[in-house]
């Protein structure tokens, strides 16, 4: 059975920085798209990062570009995404999901495009 599991999240101040990690078990991201979500309370969930097959195509959501950076190791089926200058607004339970990507045309960063999902880890943004 796949799993996909994150871990990093934790309480950062305003301003501050954390890195979030993305493992897969039973499941390869080599031809893989490999996308960051997060879910507020009471919000819907929103996509925030992705990177295609091969790292070809990597899409920001507005609210984080500049600020947050997603990478990937294929070697090891790991995806990092670092968070700089955290804001409150930044805060919620971050999900890294996956699905097929084998000509690296990744599909919009939105929730049902993403097949494999994990079960999330808290960020809190607070001073």
């Known amino acids: 059975q796949v799993q996909i599991v994150e871990s990093g999240g934790g309480l950062a101040q305003p301003g501050g920085s954390l890195r979030l990690s993305c493992a897969a078990l039973r499941f390869s991201f080599e031809n893989a798209a490999v996308a960051w979500f997060r879910q507020a309370p009471g919000k819907e969930r929103e996509g925030v990062a992705l990177v295609s097959n091969s790292g070809g195509s990597i899409n920001y959501a507005e609210s984080v570009k500049g600020r947050f950076t997603i990478s990937r190791a294929d070697a090891n089926s790991t995806v990092w995404m670092r968070m700089n200058n955290l804001k409150p607004e930044d805060s919620g339970v971050y999900y890294c999901?996956?699905?097929?990507?084998?000509?690296?045309?990744?599909?919009?960063?939105?929730?049902?495009?993403?097949?494999?999902w994990g079960q999330g880890t808290q960020v809190s943004v607070s001073s």
């Open positions: 999901a996956a699905t097929p990507d084998p000509d690296g045309r990744p599909p919009e960063l939105e929730p049902q495009n993403f097949y494999y």
